[in-house]
């Protein structure tokens, strides 16, 4: 009778140990226990400023929020062969026109530009005049640096 209650309390034993520790046990890829995990958590890639880039999310310095450039702003095609795929840049502009952002591929901060002359016919530029951003009624949108166009986009893209 020993023998049947010692053999069942080792069994009873076997199993609790069996469900506590199974769970508390590291996957395969992980080395245990308050490690941090091998790959990032989706959405866990929050900039500075709290935007999600892995959801499309970049921080616009000229609107002060997270905003998705395909969504909000302007998108200006490439004039010549800068990469391959070309690639657009976006702009955003506050909501006075008084300052224009410029997202250009490849880079990780954008050029802010400040308007230089009237709302009828308005250019942005950079402080050291190397980025020129105009918009003609007829003509549209041209995005240049050191003089040349880089970038354009029609004028009902305003």
Request: hydrophobic residues 45%; proline residues 8%; contains cysteine.
């Amino acid at each position: 009778m020993k023998k049947l209650v010692l053999l069942l309390a080792a069994i009873i034993l076997l199993v609790v140990l069996v469900v506590v520790y199974v769970p508390f046990t590291p996957a395969s890829g992980e080395s245990g226990v308050g490690d941090k995990p091998t790959a990032p958590l989706v959405g866990a890639d929050r900039d500075a400023h709290g935007c999600i880039a892995s959801a499309g999310y970049t921080y616009s310095v000229v609107r002060q929020d997270c905003i998705r450039l395909w969504e909000q702003a302007t998108s200006l095609a490439p004039t010549v062969a800068l990469g391959n795929p070309a690639l657009p840049a976006y702009v955003i502009r506050s909501a006075n026109w008084q300052h224009a952002e410029v997202f250009l591929p490849g880079q990780d901060d954008s050029v802010v530009l400040t308007l230089q002359t009237t709302p009828s016919d308005p250019s942005w530029t950079d402080p050291y005049n190397t980025w020129l951003l105009t918009y003609d009624k007829i003509q549209g949108w041209k995005l240049a640096q050191d003089g040349t166009v880089l970038y354009t986009a029609p004028a009902d893209q305003a």
